[in-house]
C-alpha cells in the first residue's frame, strides 16, 4: 500500500501563495507556530496577572495594571479575575498547546519523518489553519466586548455559561471560537489520519514510524472521535444562549420537562478527559524518540511504548467519570470510574519504564532537547503520581477543586507539555529553518524554566493540600488560609522568574532566525528520514521517496564500521 | 484499489465517524432527558402528528435510493441515466427541506414553541435544525456532483461515492432522530 501516489506540486510563485494561503505542510506548521507561541505570550502574560492577585489581593499590578484595570486603580477586578481564569486555560489548551504540538510539530513532522511529499489533502490543511485563525480572532474580540470575555471557567459549566451566569456576548463568541476550532482540529485529524495510513515510504512499517508519529498519529484518532462531543455541547449551548432553548436550563418548568445542567459536565468530559491525552500525546511521542536519540541508543521496548501509548488513549475514553465524582454520582459508578483510571497507571508505567531504560547506561549527550525531555520524563512523573489521589474516590471528595487540582493537571498538561514543545522546537527548528539555535541561551532557558515551574506548580500543590480553593478572588478573607499567604508569594514570585527566562528563549528564537549558525542537514546525527534532506527542506521535501530499511532508533550498534554511531532508516541494518 | 481511493475513503470515514459522535452526543442527552422526565411529552404538549415526519422518512428513504441507483450507473459508465437519478436525489432532499420549513411551522401551529415548550420544544426544534444544517451541505455536494457528471470530471466515480456516503448518513440519522424523538 506504501509507495507510488506521492506527486510533487508545483511550487508557488507569488507572496501569498507562498506565506499566507500556502498549501505546502511546512509552511502551514510555521503558521502553527508563530501562531502558537503568540497565544502562549497573551496566556502566559494572564497567568502572571492571576498570580499576582493571588499572592497580592488588593495591591495594584506593575506596568500592566495602569494601562489594562485603570479603574480600579491598577487592581485585577473580581470580575476580570474570572475573566482571567478562563481565558487564560482556554488560550493555553486550544489556542497555544493544541497549534504548537499538533499543528505545528504534527504538519511538519508527520510528512517528513514518514517519507511523504506532502500531507494527503493539503487543501484541507490549509483550511484547517485558516479556520484555526478565524476562531483565534473571534477570541480576541471577545476580550474586547464591553461585558468581558467568557468568565465560567474553561469547561463552562451550565449554569455559570448560560444568560443567567454570563449575560454578555462574551461566553456566546466563546462558544463560537471553540466550535471553529473544533472544526480546525477535525479538518486536521483527516488529515493526520489518512496521511500516517496511505503516505508512508515504501517499507515503513508502523513500528518503523518514530514514536512521535504514533503520538501524533493516535492524538489524532481521539481527536476525530472526541472534538464532535464538545462541537455537539457547545452548540447546544449557543442555542440556549441565543435562541432561548433549555437545554442546559433546569427549574423553568418541572412540568413542561426542564433541561439537565450535569449533562454538560457529562459532554463535556466525555471530550474533556481524552483531550487531555490529546494534548499530551505528542508529547510522550517527542520524547520517547528524544530520549533515545540523545542517549544514543536505541529507544528501550519501542513496540511497547508505542503499544503502551494506544491503550492509554482507548483508555482514555473510558474514564471521564473522575472528573464528576462530586456532582451525585452513584457509588457504583464512581468505582467503576475510579477503578478504570487506576487501570491506566499500567500503560503510563510501561512506557515511562522504558523512558528510563532508554536513558539507563547511555552516552547521554545534554543538549537543550535532551535536558528538556529529561525534565518532561520529571515533571510527568510528579504529574502522573499526584494523579492517583485525584483518581480515587475517598481523597478526591476532599481535594476536589482545590490547588491541589490544578498543581496535577498543570504539572501533566502544562508541565510537561511546555517542556516537551521546547524540546520538539528545540530539535526541528534546525530544519525547519536552516539555522542553529543557540545553545548557552538554551540552556539558560531551560534551567530558567524548569526551576521556577517545580516552585509554582509543586507549591500548588501544597496550598491545594492545605485547603486552598481554585477560582476564588481572594481566599484570604477565609483566615484558615492566610497561613498560605506565603506559599502563594513564592509560587508568583516563581511565576514572575519563570515568564521572565521566556524572554530569553523569544529572543533567542527571533536572533537565531536572523543570525543562527547555517544548519547542517543532519546537526543531531540521528537517523529518522527528515535528517537525510536538507535543512531546510525543498518544497517537495524528496526528490525521491525514500524505501525503509530499518526502525529510527538504530543508534550506538557496535556492529556500524563507517566511523557513525547511527545509521540512517534508508540504510539496511547492520548486523554482525 | 488505489492509493486515491484509499485516502478518500478513510478521509469519508473518520468524517462519518465525526459527525456519528457529534449526533450520539445529541442522542445521548435525549436519553437523558427523557429518562429523568416524569412524563412524556411533558404535561400539556400533545404528541406530534407522525404524518409530516413520516412522509418525509420516505422522501428522505426515496432520496437515498436514487443516489445509490445513480452511483451504480455511473459505475456502468452511464452517465447520462446517472444524471437523471442524482437530479432526482437532488430534488427529493429539496422537498425533505420544504417538509422541515413546514414542519417547524406545524409544531408553531399546534403550540410547541422554541422557549415556551420546556426540553420537549429545545429537542424538536434543536435537533431538527443541526439536521437541516447537515443536509444543507448534503444538498450543496449533490449540486456540486450534478456539475461534475456533466463536466464528466475525471475521478467522478469517486467524488459519487464519497457524496452517496454522507447523503446515506444524513438518510440514517433522520431514520433515528424520526424513530426516537417522534414515535416513541
Redesign the interface.
Known amino acids: 500500500m506504501s509507495g507510488g501516489y506521492n506527486e510533487i506540486h508545483p511550487e508557488p510563485t507569488t507572496f501569498w501563495s507562498t506565506y499566507i494561503i500556502s498549501f505546502d505542510h511546512k509552511v502551514i506548521a510555521k503558521q502553527f507556530l508563530w501562531y502558537g507561541i503568540f497565544f502562549l505570550g497573551l496566556g502566559g502574560i494572564m497567568a502572571l496577572l492571576i498570580r499576582w492577585t493571588l499572592a497580592y489581593p488588593g495591591v495594584p499590578v506593575p506596568v500592566l495594571g495602569s494601562l489594562l484595570f485603570s479603574d480600579s486603580g491598577g487592581v485585577v477586578p473580581p470580575d476580570t479575575y474570572s475573566m482571567l481564569f478562563t481565558m487564560h486555560g482556554t488560550i493555553m489548551i486550544f489556542y497555544a498547546i493544541t497549534p504548537i504540538l499538533i499543528g505545528a510539530f504534527g504538519n511538519y513532522c508527520i510528512p517528513l519523518q514518514i517519507g511523504a511529499r506532502d500531507m494527503a489533502f493539503p487543501m484541507l490543511n490549509m483550511l484547517s489553519f485558516w479556520f484555526a485563525f478565524l476562531s483565534g480572532l473571534v477570541l480576541i474580540i471577545s476580550l474586547c466586548l464591553p461585558l468581558g470575555a467568557a468568565a465560567g471557567g474553561w469547561t463552562s459549566y451550565p449554569t455559570l455559561s448560560t444568560l443567567i451566569g454570563s449575560p454578555g456576548a462574551g461566553q456566546t463568541l466563546w462558544c463560537v471560537a471553540i466550535f471553529l476550532f473544533g472544526v480546525s482540529s477535525t479538518m486536521g485529524a483527516v488529515n493526520y489520519v489518512t496521511t500516517v495510513i496511505t503516505l508512508r515510504a515504501p517499507g515503513m512499517g508502523y513500528f518503523d514510524m518514530p514514536l512521535t508519529i504514533w503520538g501524533l498519529w493516535l492524538t489524532a484518532i481521539l481527536n476525530a472521535i472526541f472534538v464532535p462531543v464538545l462541537g455537539a455541547g457547545v452548540l447546544l449551548l449557543i442555542l440556549d444562549r441565543v435562541m432561548g432553548t433549555t437545554f442546559f436550563l433546569a427549574g423553568a418548568s418541572a412540568t413542561s420537562g426542564s433541561g439537565d445542567p450535569v449533562l454538560f459536565q457529562h459532554v463535556f468530559w466525555i471530550f474533556g478527559h481524552p483531550e487531555v491525552y490529546i494534548l499530551i500525546l505528542p508529547a510522550w511521542g517527542i520524547v520517547s524518540d528524544l530520549l533515545s536519540f540523545f542517549s544514543r541508543k536505541p529507544a528501550f521496548g519501542a513496540k511497547a511504548t508505542a503499544l503502551a501509548m494506544t491503550s492509554v488513549s482507548i483508555l482514555s475514553t473510558l474514564v471521564y467519570g473522575h472528573h464528576m465524582f462530586t456532582t451525585q454520582m452513584s457509588p457504583l459508578l464512581t468505582q467503576s470510574f475510579m477503578t478504570l483510571t487506576m487501570t491506566i497507571s499500567i500503560p503510563s508505567a510501561i512506557f515511562f519504564a522504558n523512558w528510563l531504560g532508554t536513558i539507563w547506561k547511555g552516552s547521554i549527550r545534554f543538549d537543550s532537547p535532551m535536558l528538556f525531555s529529561l525534565g518532561v520524563v520529571f515533571v510527568f512523573g510528579l504529574g502522573g503520581l499526584t494523579g492517583l489521589h485525584l483518581g480515587t474516590v475517598t481523597t478526591d471528595l476532599y481535594l476536589h477543586d482545590t490547588y491541589f487540582v490544578v498543581g496535577h493537571f498543570h504539572y501533566t498538561m502544562a508541565a510537561s507539555v511546555l517542556l516537551g514543545g521546547f524540546a520538539g522546537i528545540y530539535f526541528w527548528f534546525p530544519k525547519m529553518f536552516g539555522k542553529m539555535m543557540n545553545e548557552t541561551m538554551a540552556k539558560i532557558h531551560f534551567w530558567g524554566t524548569m526551576i521556577p515551574l517545580n516552585g509554582i506548580f509543586f507549591g500548588m500543590l501544597m496550598v491545594g493540600y492545605g485547603g486552598m480553593h481554585r477560582r476564588i478572588y481572594n481566599p484570604f478573607v477565609y483566615e484558615s488560609l492566610q497561613r498560605l499567604i506565603p506559599i502563594n508569594s513564592m509560587i508568583t514570585t516563581s511565576a514572575i522568574l519563570m515568564g521572565a527566562f521566556q524572554i530569553v528563549f523569544v529572543i533567542n528564537f527571533l536572533w537565531s532566525l536572523k543570525n543562527g549558525a547555517k544548519a547542517v542537514s543532519n546537526p543531531w546525527n540521528v537517523g529518522t528520514l527528515e535528517w537525510t534532506i536538507p535543512s531546510p527542506p525543498v518544497h517537495h521535501n524528496y526528490d525521491e521517496i525514500p524505501v525503509v530499511k530499518c526502525g529510527p532508533h538504530e543508534l550506538g550498534n557496535p556492529n556500524l564500521k563507517n566511523g557513525r554511531d547511527f545509521q540512517y532508516q534508508t540504510e539496511e541494518l547492520v548486523e554482525a | 484499489m488505489?492509493?486515491?481511493q484509499?485516502?478518500n475513503n478513510?478521509?469519508m470515514t473518520?468524517?462519518l465517524?465525526?459527525?456519528s459522535?457529534?449526533?450520539?452526543?445529541?442522542f445521548?442527552?435525549y436519553a437523558?432527558?427523557r429518562s429523568?422526565?416524569?412524563m412524556?411529552?411533558?404535561?400539556?404538549?400533545q404528541k406530534v402528528s407522525l404524518v409530516l415526519p413520516f412522509l418525509s422518512t420516505l422522501v428522505i428513504l426515496a432520496s437515498s435510493w436514487f443516489m445509490y441507483q445513480g452511483r451504480l450507473k455511473l459505475e456502468n459508465g452511464n452517465l447520462t441515466k446517472a444524471m437523471v437519478d442524482v437530479n432526482l436525489a437532488l430534488a427529493l432532499g429539496s422537498i425533505f427541506m420544504i417538509g422541515q420549513c413546514y414542519l417547524w411551522f406545524y409544531l408553531k401551529s399546534t403550540g410547541i414553541f422554541?422557549?415556551?415548550?420546556?426540553?420537549?420544544?429545545?429537542i424538536l426544534?434543536?435537533f431538527t435544525?443541526?439536521h437541516a444544517f447537515h443536509m444543507i451541505f448534503g444538498i450543496l455536494s449533490l449540486v456540486y456532483l450534478r456539475f461534475a457528471i456533466k463536466r464528466n470530471n475525471s475521478n467522478i466515480l469517486q467524488t459519487t461515492v464519497n457524496v452517496e456516503k454522507f447523503w446515506h448518513f444524513l438518510g440514517v440519522v433522520w431514520i433515528v432522530m424520526f424513530l426516537t424523538i417522534f414515535v416513541l
Open positions: 488505489n492509493r486515491n484509499l485516502q478513510l478521509a473518520v468524517t465517524i465525526m459527525g459522535m457529534l449526533f450520539a452526543t445529541l445521548l442527552g437523558v432527558y429523568s422526565a416524569l412524556w411529552p411533558p404535561l400539556g404538549i422554541l422557549t415556551t415548550s420546556g426540553i420537549f420544544g429545545s426544534y434543536g435544525w443541526i
